[in-house]
């Protein structure tokens, strides 16, 4: 909810939270900056509150992911407020079962696509063709297809596989629309991974300014357009980074592999709360 409307809400949704702390004896101060929540909420030798309002807008794995992130490098608690059902509902699914995820089966999980664009070695960032209408849709997924050597980054070994035969390092495949595009030796070859495991990479050139779009089987030049809108245009779309909750939140966050406990769904648990309040409460 983008504007002066959206702005409003979370202004009454930050003083109807913060009146609620206050009767329950916390100090609530405001900051007056934008690199803070609006609210932060302190009593005694409790976790400090980041007080956290959302609209029905707000309600996205990447601004969840974001504000609890943010709480969290603070040594803080995640205080979502919200003033109807659906988006606490929403809320409570991204936050539960699994966490931060789309969805996880037999350890592999699949993930929400981010804001974030990929940066490759080399320089530039990762992009493919799609020539559909409207915008494609991106799926982030581990699996333990193909196995045997695929792109990886620096020091992951993609090709070590466990006694049963299943790859040590999850497969992190990215689909378009339902077709597979890119294959990497898991989620940590996201940081540097190689320009040759995804179709393109796109960088703007220093001296004209202008976007080269690669092939990243060979590095072979097959666009030039003088920005991002022309470059969409000719069909290439930059890939979206996937949210993994142990990049955004912390190594914390990371599954256990070699366990079958469920510490780092617990200590998510223990990140976040999440109050209603009444349409009017707080105006």
């Not at 405001?30 to 309002?53: I, K, M, N, S």
């Not at 003033?83 to 936050?95: G, I, K, M, N, Q």
């Not at 030049?221 to 969409?232: D, H, K, L, Q």
């Amino acid at each position: 909810m983008p504007g002066p409307l959206g702005d409003a809400t979370r202004r009454r949704l930050t003083e109807a939270a913060a009146t609620r702390l206050a009767d329950d004896g916390y100090e609530v101060a405001q900051p007056e900056t934008r690199a803070e929540p609006p609210a932060v909420a302190t009593r005694g030798d409790a976790t400090a509150l980041a007080v956290e309002p959302l609209t029905p807008d707000d309600a996205t794995a990447t601004v969840i992911a974001s504000r609890l992130a943010h709480a969290l490098s603070r040594d803080r608690r995640a205080y979502f407020v919200v003033d109807d059902d659906a988006t606490a509902e929403r809320v409570r699914s991204l936050l539960a079962d699994p966490p931060l995820l789309v969805a996880e089966r037999d350890g592999r999980r699949e993930f929400h696509a981010g804001p974030d664009r990929i940066p490759v070695a080399g320089g530039g960032y990762a992009c493919v063709r799609f020539e559909g209408l409207g915008e494609p849709t991106f799926a982030w997924r581990e699996t333990d297809t193909p196995v045997g050597p695929v792109p990886a980054g620096p020091g992951i070994d993609p090709a070590a596989v466990d006694d049963a035969g299943r790859p040590v390092v999850p497969r992190l495949v990215c689909e378009v629309d339902g077709r597979v595009v890119a294959v990497l030796a898991g989620v940590e070859s996201l940081r540097e991974p190689p320009a040759q495991a995804f179709p393109y990479a796109y960088s703007r050139h220093p001296d004209d300014k202008r976007f080269r779009v690669r092939r990243g089987a060979d590095g072979a030049v097959v666009e030039s357009a003088s920005g991002f809108a022309p470059m969409r245009a000719a069909g290439y779309v930059p890939i979206p980074m996937p949210i993994v909750p142990e990049h955004v939140l912390g190594p914390a966050f990371a599954p256990d592999r070699d366990s079958d406990t469920e510490a780092a769904a617990t200590d998510l648990d223990d990140a976040w709360d999440l109050i209603r309040v009444d349409a009017v409460e707080g105006s």
